[in-house]
Protein backbone atom coordinates (compact mmCIF):
# COMPACT_ATOMS: atom_id res chain seq x y z
CA UNK A 1 0.00 0.00 0.00
CA UNK A 2 1.71 3.45 -1.25
CA UNK A 3 1.90 6.35 1.08
CA UNK A 4 -0.72 7.82 -1.49
CA UNK A 5 -3.31 5.27 -0.75
CA UNK A 6 -3.41 5.28 3.21
CA UNK A 7 -6.04 7.53 4.96
CA UNK A 8 -3.79 8.88 7.66
CA UNK A 9 -0.86 9.97 5.43
CA UNK A 10 0.21 13.69 5.47
CA UNK A 11 -1.14 15.82 2.90
CA UNK A 12 1.76 17.54 1.01
CA UNK A 13 0.08 19.10 -1.48
CA UNK A 14 -0.91 23.56 -1.19
CA UNK A 15 -4.06 24.90 -1.77
CA UNK A 16 -1.58 28.28 -2.62
CA UNK A 17 1.16 29.09 -4.78
CA UNK A 18 4.63 29.87 -3.02
CA UNK A 19 5.50 33.68 -2.98
CA UNK A 20 7.77 33.25 -5.68
CA UNK A 21 5.44 31.05 -7.65
CA UNK A 22 2.54 33.53 -7.60
CA UNK A 23 4.75 36.42 -8.37
CA UNK A 24 6.27 34.84 -11.22
CA UNK A 25 3.05 33.72 -12.60
CA UNK A 26 2.17 37.07 -12.13
CA UNK A 27 4.67 38.46 -14.34
CA UNK A 28 3.87 35.87 -16.95
CA UNK A 29 0.74 37.41 -16.83
CA UNK A 30 1.36 41.20 -17.05
CA UNK A 31 3.70 40.09 -19.99
CA UNK A 32 0.69 38.15 -21.62
CA UNK A 33 -1.50 41.07 -21.06
CA UNK A 34 1.28 43.70 -22.75
CA UNK A 35 1.28 41.94 -25.61
CA UNK A 36 -2.30 42.07 -25.66
CA UNK A 37 -2.42 45.52 -25.41
CA UNK A 38 -0.19 45.88 -28.45
CA UNK A 39 -1.89 44.08 -30.44
CA UNK A 40 -4.89 46.63 -30.65
CA UNK A 41 -6.34 46.99 -26.94
CA UNK A 42 -5.97 49.90 -24.87
CA UNK A 43 -4.16 49.78 -21.78
CA UNK A 44 -5.73 51.10 -18.59
CA UNK A 45 -4.15 54.66 -17.50
CA UNK A 46 -5.21 53.45 -14.08
CA UNK A 47 -3.69 50.26 -14.08
CA UNK A 48 0.12 49.81 -12.22
CA UNK A 49 3.01 50.05 -14.40
CA UNK A 50 4.03 46.29 -14.86
CA UNK A 51 7.22 47.59 -16.80
CA UNK A 52 9.88 47.43 -14.06
CA UNK A 53 8.22 43.69 -12.97
CA UNK A 54 8.73 42.30 -16.34
CA UNK A 55 12.17 43.83 -16.95
CA UNK A 56 14.43 40.79 -16.14
CA UNK A 57 17.67 42.95 -15.43
CA UNK A 58 18.69 42.63 -11.62
CA UNK A 59 17.54 45.51 -9.58
CA UNK A 60 21.32 46.15 -8.67
CA UNK A 61 22.24 46.87 -12.34
CA UNK A 62 19.06 48.80 -12.67
CA UNK A 63 19.88 51.16 -10.17
CA UNK A 64 23.79 51.43 -11.08
CA UNK A 65 21.98 52.57 -14.45
CA UNK A 66 19.96 55.03 -13.21
CA UNK A 67 22.52 56.72 -11.01
CA UNK A 68 24.75 56.79 -13.88
CA UNK A 69 21.96 58.69 -16.18
CA UNK A 70 21.41 61.17 -13.02
CA UNK A 71 25.06 61.60 -12.34
CA UNK A 72 25.32 65.31 -10.87
CA UNK A 73 28.06 67.30 -12.33
CA UNK A 74 31.51 67.13 -11.75
CA UNK A 75 32.79 68.40 -7.63
CA UNK A 76 34.17 71.74 -7.59
CA UNK A 77 38.17 71.99 -7.15
CA UNK A 78 39.65 72.00 -3.40
CA UNK A 79 41.74 75.15 -2.44
CA UNK A 80 43.72 74.57 0.39
CA UNK A 81 46.38 76.72 1.39
CA UNK A 82 47.18 77.90 -2.15
CA UNK A 83 46.89 75.26 -3.73
CA UNK A 84 44.41 73.51 -6.23
CA UNK A 85 43.51 70.01 -6.61
CA UNK A 86 40.71 67.82 -7.22
CA UNK A 87 38.37 66.33 -4.55
CA UNK A 88 40.11 63.02 -5.46
CA UNK A 89 43.74 63.56 -5.01
CA UNK A 90 42.89 65.50 -1.43
CA UNK A 91 41.17 62.20 -0.35
CA UNK A 92 43.97 59.98 -1.64
CA UNK A 93 46.32 62.24 0.19
CA UNK A 94 44.40 62.84 3.38
CA UNK A 95 46.47 61.44 6.59
CA UNK A 96 46.31 61.14 9.98
CA UNK A 97 49.47 63.21 10.76
CA UNK A 98 47.95 66.08 12.97
CA UNK A 99 49.16 69.55 11.06
CA UNK A 100 49.79 72.77 12.34
CA UNK A 101 47.85 75.38 11.50
CA UNK A 102 48.32 77.82 8.52
CA UNK A 103 49.38 80.84 10.46
CA UNK A 104 52.05 78.23 12.56
CA UNK A 105 52.87 76.52 9.41
CA UNK A 106 54.18 79.93 7.99
CA UNK A 107 56.02 80.50 10.77
CA UNK A 108 57.39 77.10 11.27
CA UNK A 109 59.69 77.35 7.75
CA UNK A 110 60.23 73.65 7.27
CA UNK A 111 63.39 74.32 5.04
CA UNK A 112 63.85 70.22 4.58
CA UNK A 113 61.92 67.40 4.70
CA UNK A 114 63.45 63.86 4.94
CA UNK A 115 61.72 60.45 4.21
CA UNK A 116 63.61 57.84 6.54
CA UNK A 117 61.93 54.41 5.23
CA UNK A 118 62.76 50.37 5.79
CA UNK A 119 63.19 48.04 2.86
CA UNK A 120 60.51 46.00 1.93
CA UNK A 121 60.09 42.42 2.40
CA UNK A 122 63.62 40.80 1.87
CA UNK A 123 64.67 36.96 1.32
CA UNK A 124 66.26 36.87 3.81
CA UNK A 125 68.51 38.21 6.20
CA UNK A 126 71.29 35.40 6.50
CA UNK A 127 72.66 36.78 3.56
CA UNK A 128 72.81 40.07 1.44
CA UNK A 129 70.11 38.94 -0.26
CA UNK A 130 67.41 41.41 -2.44
CA UNK A 131 63.92 41.90 -1.92
CA UNK A 132 61.01 39.31 -2.46
CA UNK A 133 57.88 40.32 -5.31
CA UNK A 134 56.27 41.59 -2.58
CA UNK A 135 58.76 43.57 -1.26
CA UNK A 136 58.76 44.76 -4.65
CA UNK A 137 55.62 46.05 -4.57
CA UNK A 138 55.83 47.23 -0.97
CA UNK A 139 58.44 50.03 -2.18
CA UNK A 140 56.89 50.94 -5.72
CA UNK A 141 53.87 51.62 -3.90
CA UNK A 142 55.66 53.91 -1.26
CA UNK A 143 57.02 55.83 -4.31
CA UNK A 144 53.39 55.83 -5.58
CA UNK A 145 52.18 57.70 -2.21
CA UNK A 146 55.12 59.95 -1.84
CA UNK A 147 54.52 61.20 -5.01
CA UNK A 148 51.19 62.13 -4.12
CA UNK A 149 52.75 64.90 -1.45
CA UNK A 150 55.15 66.26 -3.87
CA UNK A 151 54.41 69.88 -5.30
CA UNK A 152 55.64 70.55 -8.46
CA UNK A 153 58.76 72.63 -8.58
CA UNK A 154 60.25 70.45 -5.48
CA UNK A 155 63.63 68.32 -5.83
CA UNK A 156 64.03 65.22 -4.30
CA UNK A 157 66.98 63.41 -3.24
CA UNK A 158 66.51 59.45 -3.52
CA UNK A 159 69.42 58.11 -1.30
CA UNK A 160 70.10 54.32 0.01
CA UNK A 161 71.95 52.31 2.20
CA UNK A 162 74.93 49.89 0.22
CA UNK A 163 72.98 46.63 0.63
CA UNK A 164 70.33 44.60 -2.03
CA UNK A 165 67.55 45.50 0.13
CA UNK A 166 68.01 48.73 0.33
CA UNK A 167 69.22 50.06 -3.41
CA UNK A 168 66.12 47.37 -4.67
CA UNK A 169 63.84 49.38 -2.29
CA UNK A 170 65.16 53.12 -3.28
CA UNK A 171 64.73 51.66 -7.06
CA UNK A 172 61.35 50.51 -6.62
CA UNK A 173 60.32 53.56 -5.16
CA UNK A 174 62.00 55.73 -7.96
CA UNK A 175 59.80 53.44 -10.37
CA UNK A 176 56.55 54.08 -7.95
CA UNK A 177 57.49 57.90 -7.91
CA UNK A 178 57.86 58.33 -11.57
CA UNK A 179 54.40 56.71 -12.49
CA UNK A 180 52.65 58.50 -9.43
CA UNK A 181 54.18 62.06 -10.70
CA UNK A 182 52.95 61.50 -14.50
CA UNK A 183 49.39 60.13 -12.49
CA UNK A 184 48.82 63.31 -10.60
CA UNK A 185 50.35 65.95 -12.93
CA UNK A 186 52.91 67.18 -10.95
CA UNK A 187 56.75 68.19 -12.05
CA UNK A 188 59.28 67.24 -9.44
CA UNK A 189 62.89 67.04 -10.07
CA UNK A 190 63.75 63.08 -8.87
CA UNK A 191 67.10 61.91 -8.47
CA UNK A 192 68.02 58.74 -9.30
CA UNK A 193 69.16 56.18 -6.03
CA UNK A 194 72.15 57.00 -4.93
CA UNK A 195 74.03 54.69 -1.79
CA UNK A 196 75.62 56.33 0.74
CA UNK A 197 77.82 54.39 3.47
CA UNK A 198 76.11 57.18 6.30
CA UNK A 199 72.58 54.91 6.06
CA UNK A 200 74.30 51.43 6.63
CA UNK A 201 72.90 48.88 9.00
CA UNK A 202 74.08 48.58 12.38
CA UNK A 203 77.60 47.11 12.45
CA UNK A 204 79.11 44.47 14.59
CA UNK A 205 83.29 43.86 14.63
CA UNK A 206 84.67 41.18 13.80
CA UNK A 207 88.56 40.03 12.68
CA UNK A 208 88.00 41.18 9.24
CA UNK A 209 86.61 44.22 10.64
CA UNK A 210 83.42 46.06 11.08
CA UNK A 211 81.03 44.48 9.27
CA UNK A 212 77.10 44.65 8.79
CA UNK A 213 75.51 42.33 11.19
CA UNK A 214 73.88 40.58 8.28
CA UNK A 215 76.79 40.26 6.31
CA UNK A 216 78.70 38.97 9.45
CA UNK A 217 76.07 35.94 9.67
CA UNK A 218 78.05 33.66 6.97
CA UNK A 219 81.25 34.06 8.82
CA UNK A 220 79.58 33.72 12.39
CA UNK A 221 77.72 30.38 10.77
CA UNK A 222 81.37 29.03 9.32
CA UNK A 223 83.35 29.83 12.76
CA UNK A 224 80.55 28.43 15.13
CA UNK A 225 80.39 24.95 12.86
CA UNK A 226 84.23 24.91 12.87
CA UNK A 227 84.49 25.13 16.97
CA UNK A 228 81.91 22.72 17.45
CA UNK A 229 82.92 20.47 15.08
CA UNK A 230 86.44 20.10 16.42
CA UNK A 231 85.49 21.05 19.76
CA UNK A 232 88.92 23.17 21.18
CA UNK A 233 89.28 25.90 22.31
CA UNK A 234 87.30 28.76 23.54
CA UNK A 235 84.62 30.97 21.63
CA UNK A 236 85.94 34.49 20.97
CA UNK A 237 84.21 37.07 22.79
CA UNK A 238 83.01 38.46 19.37
CA UNK A 239 81.58 35.18 18.22
CA UNK A 240 80.46 35.27 21.78
CA UNK A 241 78.00 38.38 21.51
CA UNK A 242 76.71 37.40 18.02
CA UNK A 243 75.91 33.96 18.76
CA UNK A 244 73.46 35.75 21.87
CA UNK A 245 72.11 37.97 19.44
CA UNK A 246 71.61 35.51 16.48
CA UNK A 247 69.73 33.22 19.58
CA UNK A 248 67.26 35.40 20.48
CA UNK A 249 66.33 35.96 16.61
CA UNK A 250 65.94 32.21 16.21
CA UNK A 251 64.69 32.47 19.89
CA UNK A 252 61.10 34.31 18.58
CA UNK A 253 62.53 37.59 20.82
CA UNK A 254 63.58 40.85 19.92
CA UNK A 255 67.32 41.08 18.90
CA UNK A 256 66.29 44.89 18.01
CA UNK A 257 65.23 45.22 22.03
CA UNK A 258 68.01 43.69 23.23
CA UNK A 259 70.88 45.79 20.93
CA UNK A 260 68.74 48.73 22.08
CA UNK A 261 68.92 48.01 25.73
CA UNK A 262 71.54 45.93 26.76
CA UNK A 263 75.28 47.33 26.32
CA UNK A 264 77.37 45.37 23.63
CA UNK A 265 81.00 45.44 23.56
CA UNK A 266 81.21 44.41 20.07
CA UNK A 267 78.26 46.39 18.86
CA UNK A 268 77.67 49.38 17.25
CA UNK A 269 75.61 51.67 19.87
CA UNK A 270 72.68 52.94 19.01
CA UNK A 271 73.76 56.50 19.54
CA UNK A 272 76.21 56.05 16.90
CA UNK A 273 73.98 55.33 14.53
CA UNK A 274 71.24 58.15 14.98
CA UNK A 275 74.89 60.38 14.94
CA UNK A 276 75.61 58.73 11.80
CA UNK A 277 72.26 59.69 9.99
CA UNK A 278 72.37 63.17 10.95
CA UNK A 279 76.02 63.20 9.83
CA UNK A 280 74.63 62.06 6.70
CA UNK A 281 71.61 64.09 6.37
CA UNK A 282 73.75 67.60 7.26
CA UNK A 283 76.29 66.17 4.66
CA UNK A 284 73.28 66.12 1.73
CA UNK A 285 71.66 69.16 2.65
CA UNK A 286 74.93 71.20 2.05
CA UNK A 287 75.47 69.62 -0.86
CA UNK A 288 71.92 70.01 -2.23
CA UNK A 289 71.15 73.27 -1.06
CA UNK A 290 68.28 73.56 -3.14
CA UNK A 291 66.55 70.02 -2.96
CA UNK A 292 63.58 70.42 -0.23
CA UNK A 293 63.10 66.49 0.15
CA UNK A 294 65.21 63.41 0.91
CA UNK A 295 63.61 60.13 0.70
CA UNK A 296 66.38 57.46 2.20
CA UNK A 297 66.03 53.97 1.89
CA UNK A 298 67.93 52.24 5.36
CA UNK A 299 67.43 49.56 7.83
CA UNK A 300 64.92 48.48 10.83
CA UNK A 301 67.93 48.84 13.43
CA UNK A 302 69.55 52.34 13.05
CA UNK A 303 65.50 53.54 12.28
CA UNK A 304 64.15 52.09 15.19
CA UNK A 305 67.40 53.70 17.07
CA UNK A 306 66.27 57.73 15.54
CA UNK A 307 62.55 56.54 16.77
CA UNK A 308 63.50 56.04 20.40
CA UNK A 309 66.20 58.85 20.31
CA UNK A 310 63.27 61.30 18.90
CA UNK A 311 60.53 59.78 21.19
CA UNK A 312 62.32 59.18 24.14
CA UNK A 313 60.33 55.23 24.00
CA UNK A 314 60.84 52.62 22.12
CA UNK A 315 57.76 52.76 19.15
CA UNK A 316 58.64 49.43 18.39
CA UNK A 317 59.91 47.68 14.90
CA UNK A 318 59.02 49.73 11.80
CA UNK A 319 57.12 47.46 9.28
CA UNK A 320 58.62 47.24 6.03
CA UNK A 321 58.20 50.60 4.31
CA UNK A 322 57.15 52.15 6.81
CA UNK A 323 58.50 55.93 7.32
CA UNK A 324 59.92 58.00 9.95
CA UNK A 325 59.23 62.01 8.68
CA UNK A 326 61.93 64.49 9.76
CA UNK A 327 61.02 68.36 9.10
CA UNK A 328 63.94 70.77 9.79
CA UNK A 329 63.65 74.02 10.36
CA UNK A 330 65.03 76.89 9.33
CA UNK A 331 68.08 77.41 10.57
CA UNK A 332 68.86 73.58 11.03
CA UNK A 333 68.68 73.52 14.91
CA UNK A 334 65.42 71.98 15.54
CA UNK A 335 63.22 69.79 13.64
CA UNK A 336 60.12 67.79 14.06
CA UNK A 337 60.14 63.93 13.81
CA UNK A 338 56.47 61.90 13.43
CA UNK A 339 56.47 58.35 13.67
CA UNK A 340 53.56 56.42 14.23
CA UNK A 341 51.21 59.49 14.40
CA UNK A 342 53.28 61.07 17.52
CA UNK A 343 55.25 64.03 16.64
CA UNK A 344 58.10 65.79 18.69
CA UNK A 345 60.07 68.46 18.03
CA UNK A 346 63.86 68.10 18.79
CA UNK A 347 67.47 69.27 18.97
CA UNK A 348 69.55 68.39 15.99
CA UNK A 349 73.12 67.85 17.07
CA UNK A 350 75.53 69.92 14.68
CA UNK A 351 77.87 68.39 12.65
CA UNK A 352 80.82 70.27 14.40
CA UNK A 353 79.90 68.72 17.96
CA UNK A 354 79.88 64.65 16.96
CA UNK A 355 82.44 63.24 19.65
CA UNK A 356 85.23 61.26 17.20
CA UNK A 357 84.28 57.67 18.85
CA UNK A 358 84.79 55.72 15.70
CA UNK A 359 87.83 57.01 14.94
Sequence with gaps: MSATERPDARKIDRYEAPNY??????????????????????????????????????????????????AAPPAPRVEYGGATFTPELAEATRGKEIAAPMERRTSEKII?????IRHGITQ??????????????????????LARRWDSGDKVRLVCANTNRARQTAEQIYRG??????????????????????????GVWTPDGL????????????????????????????????????????????PIEMWLTIPLMYFEPPALCVRRFWRGFHRLIAESPNHRRIVAATHSGPMRAFATWAHGYDPGEPLNT???????????????VSYRNRVTEVNVPPPDEFPAWES
Design 322 to 336: EEIRVKLREGGQTAF
Design 112 to 116: CEISI
Design 211 to 254: RDVTSAFRQYQSTMEKLERMAAGDRPRWLVEIDRFYRTQLGGAD
Design 21 to 70: LARYRERQGSRANGSATGNGAVADPEAPDTRQAADSTPLYLRRFRERGAA
Design 124 to 145: GYSTDAGLTPMGGWQAHRRGHE
Design 177 to 202: ATDGLQMWGHDVELSEPEPIPELRNF
